[in-house]
């Protein structure tokens, strides 16, 4: 006869299904819109300016949506949010490609629709977040392992298997990457009708703007939280100093044509499905502080390989980058959810998802501007040292998280 604790297992792993389905299909159709919409945008127009606001568009539905769609998260049921934002795509995206068939497609409607798809995913990102600990429970080792496949699931579709499938399909036809994206989200939504419905315990007579400041407040006095995110602003920060020319720095210096940067970027993506596996397994036996000064460390001395110069040392390189942003993505991920009551991991997640987004914006305008006063070398010579030192401040003492 089965035991209680059986019963909620395979209730739990029944729960996780749907979720891991659903991630799968909507992180490769992210995927294959983010590099459809760049290619429709600079068919549409020469503009670089225009070109530019399609890409920020998606940024900027987070800075002016991302902390109000995190406090309402933590009112509504996270099921329904996530359906809804899902169909919500469906339909924006499904507009866009019936725009595109019939040939009333505009550069400024595609702003909208890059917004639109941006302001679904400030609900269903922390709203999926959410659900995780719901799902399987709140047992470090359960939470790891789940966001371990989440995160394999993410970087080999958003990063592997996704841009080549939608920049082969606009190279065919120009509508269909966005059908099939708008696919993807229905499918989604179909399979997220099999998790479990969760809502949190938090008073919906709570006015928005009080709630967020709640979110926020909790994140900043929270010292083991503050240090996460710290954590990851950091890494996003000296990660993007360095990638944010290394298109520049694999043309002129590594001479690769645009098969061969592809290919080199593809590397760091099946580094990161390897560190969805590791990530478990070294959250186990190290504190999430001490992970971060690792990675911040072994990001940096990657970036310094890149300096030989030889095309093959970079892929090892990039690979390295990718297990470590899978394995801090991980651990960090799993500590924040442990750390933070059901009724808040919305508002913190919102949180902390636009600090990075602000730390890795900065830190490309950042790396882009060192490059200009210097050489393409330069950015790779003052990430390593930037890495190193901030490897040191996250390893002077370690976290019992």
């Given at each position: 006869?089965?035991?209680?604790?059986?019963?909620?297992?395979?209730?739990?792993?029944?729960?996780?299904?749907?979720?891991?389905?659903?991630?799968?299909?909507?992180?490769?159709?992210?995927?294959?819109?983010?590099?459809?919409?760049?290619?429709?945008?600079?068919?549409?127009?020469?503009?670089?300016?225009?070109?530019?606001?399609?890409?920020?568009?998606?940024?900027?539905?987070?800075?002016?949506?991302?902390?109000?769609?995190?406090?309402?998260?933590?009112?509504?049921?996270?099921?329904?949010?996530?359906?809804?934002?899902d169909l919500a795509?469906?339909?924006?995206?499904?507009?866009?490609?019936?725009?595109?068939?019939?040939?009333?497609?505009?550069?400024?409607?595609?702003?909208?629709?890059?917004?639109?798809?941006?302001?679904?995913?400030?609900?269903?990102?922390?709203?999926?977040?959410?659900?995780?600990?719901?799902?399987?429970?709140?047992?470090?080792?359960?939470?790891s392992r789940a966001?371990?496949?989440?995160?394999?699931?993410?970087?080999?579709?958003?990063?592997?298997?996704?841009?080549?499938?939608?920049?082969?399909?606009?190279?065919?036809?120009?509508?269909?990457?966005?059908?099939?994206?708008?696919?993807?989200?229905?499918?989604?939504?179909?399979?997220?009708?099999?998790?479990?419905?969760?809502?949190?315990?938090?008073?919906?007579?709570?006015?928005?703007?009080?709630?967020?400041?709640?979110?926020?407040?909790?994140?900043?006095?929270?010292?083991?939280?503050?240090?996460?995110?710290?954590?990851?602003?950091?890494?996003?920060?000296?990660?993007?100093?360095?990638?944010?020319?290394?298109?520049?720095?694999?043309?002129?210096?590594?001479?690769?044509?645009?098969?061969?940067?592809?290919?080199?970027?593809?590397?760091?993506?099946?580094?990161?499905?390897?560190?969805?596996?590791?990530?478990?397994r070294v959250g186990?036996?190290?504190?999430?502080?001490?992970?971060?000064?690792?990675?911040?460390?072994?990001?940096?001395?990657?970036?310094?390989?890149?300096?030989?110069?030889?095309?093959?040392?970079?892929?090892?390189?990039?690979?390295?980058?990718?297990?470590?942003?899978?394995?801090?993505?991980?651990?960090?991920?799993?500590?924040?959810?442990?750390?933070?009551?059901?009724?808040?991991?919305?508002?913190?997640?919102?949180?902390?998802?636009?600090?990075?987004?602000?730390?890795?914006?900065?830190?490309?305008?950042?790396?882009?501007?060192?490059?200009?006063?210097?050489?393409?070398?330069?950015?790779?010579?003052?990430?390593?040292?930037?890495?190193?030192?901030?490897?040191?401040?996250?390893?002077?003492?370690?976290?019992?998280?």
């Amino acid at each position: 006869m089965a035991t209680g604790t059986d019963e909620r297992q395979t209730v739990r792993k029944r729960g996780l299904a749907p979720l891991l389905a659903s991630t799968g299909v909507t992180v490769t159709g992210d995927g294959i819109f983010a590099a459809a919409a760049p290619l429709l945008a600079a068919s549409l127009t020469r503009n670089p300016v225009a070109v530019s606001a399609v890409s920020a568009a998606g940024y900027a539905a987070w800075f002016l949506v991302g902390l109000p769609a995190g406090a309402l998260v933590d009112r509504w049921h996270r099921r329904a949010v996530m359906i809804t934002a899902d169909l919500a795509r469906f339909v924006v995206l499904g507009v866009l490609a019936l725009l595109l068939v019939t040939g009333h497609a505009t550069v400024g409607l595609l702003i909208v629709a890059v917004f639109l798809v941006g302001v679904g995913a400030c609900f269903f990102e922390p709203a999926a977040q959410a659900a995780v600990p719901a799902v399987v429970g709140r047992d470090k080792s359960a939470l790891s392992r789940a966001n371990g496949k989440v995160w394999a699931l993410d970087t080999f579709g958003r990063s592997l298997a996704g841009p080549p499938i939608g920049a082969a399909l606009f190279a065919a036809v120009a509508a269909l990457p966005f059908g099939l994206d708008a696919v993807s989200f229905l499918v989604s939504a179909v399979l997220l009708i099999g998790l479990p419905a969760g809502r949190a315990k938090s008073a919906a007579t709570e006015p928005i703007l009080p709630a967020v400041r709640n979110g926020v407040r909790y994140l900043v006095r929270s010292a083991e939280l503050r240090t996460l995110s710290l954590g990851m602003a950091a890494y996003n920060f000296g990660y993007n100093v360095a990638f944010a020319t290394l298109v520049l720095f694999a043309e002129d210096i590594l001479h690769l044509g645009n098969i061969g940067y592809g290919a080199l970027v593809a590397t760091a993506a099946v580094g990161g499905i390897v560190g969805g596996w590791l990530g478990p397994r070294v959250g186990q036996r190290m504190s999430a502080r001490r992970v971060y000064a690792v990675a911040l460390l072994a990001q940096g001395g990657a970036w310094a390989l890149m300096l030989f110069g030889n095309p093959w040392v970079a892929g090892v390189a990039l690979a390295v980058v990718g297990i470590a942003s899978t394995t801090v993505s991980v651990v960090g991920g799993s500590a924040r959810q442990l750390l933070t009551p059901d009724n808040m991991l919305g508002r913190v997640t919102a949180a902390t998802r636009l600090l990075g987004i602000g730390s890795a914006g900065i830190g490309a305008m950042v790396g882009g501007a060192i490059a200009h006063a210097g050489t393409l070398h330069t950015p790779l010579i003052v990430a390593p040292i930037l890495l190193a030192v901030l490897s040191v401040v996250f390893g002077l003492r370690s976290s019992t998280t």
